[in-house]
């Protein structure tokens, strides 16, 4: 299976793009977006980025078995806060699906699924990343920026996190 990328400027919501279309697309379609409308993490609690300053994406994985999504969760989790030392920032996990430095959340994680018996039609994996952005109304945040003193390049954070993911899970 290969990798597709596919960039939005705008989109309501990468998760909800590939849901609707999952029939359209191949394992490891991942969708970015420089700006979500309708973006949000767990309970349909509202995710609200900054246009171009932050990591928001989805991918897209078909037919596994259902017992196969607590190592994809897994492997999501590490995946970022190891993407994260790398710039020398210490995040834990917080359960159910939030990564956090801190006390101040960095990062939400959205995974949904449709099954049917023991299988998984579609898992769709939705990643909120803070990149640049440096101000945060109604909530604990941080970002990679405000960590480090530096900007960085989303596209390149991008790249990096979305090779490692599909290398780690297609295995």
């Given at each position: 299976m290969i990798k597709t990328d596919i960039y939005f400027k705008t989109l309501s919501s990468t998760s909800d793009y590939?849901?609707?279309n999952y029939q359209d697309f191949s394992s490891f379609t991942f969708v970015q977006a420089g700006y979500q409308t309708s973006g949000r993490g767990q309970f349909d609690r509202s995710w609200h980025s900054n246009e171009n300053e932050n990591l928001l994406f989805s991918f897209l994985i078909k037919d596994i078995d259902i017992n196969q999504l607590d190592d994809i969760k897994k492997t999501v989790l590490f995946?970022?806060?190891?993407?994260?030392?790398?710039?020398?920032?210490?995040?834990?996990?917080?359960?159910?699906?939030?990564?956090y430095v801190n006390g101040r959340k960095i990062c939400g994680i959205l995974i949904e699924?449709?099954?049917?018996?023991?299988?998984?039609?579609?898992?769709?994996?939705?990643?909120?990343?803070?990149?640049?952005?440096?101000?945060?109304?109604?909530?604990?945040?941080?970002?990679i920026k405000q960590e480090t003193g530096f900007?960085?390049?989303?596209?390149?954070?991008?790249?990096?996190?979305?090779?490692?993911l599909y290398e780690r899970i297609r295995k």
């Open positions: 590939l849901k609707d995946s970022i806060i190891e993407l994260l030392e790398n710039y020398h920032i210490h995040a834990t996990y917080k359960p159910p699906n939030d990564i699924n449709l099954t049917e018996l023991n299988r998984c039609l579609y898992v769709v994996v939705g990643i909120g990343l803070n990149v640049n952005q440096t101000a945060f109304e109604g909530f604990q945040a941080t970002s900007k960085v390049e989303v596209s390149h954070l991008y790249t990096t996190l979305t090779q490692h």
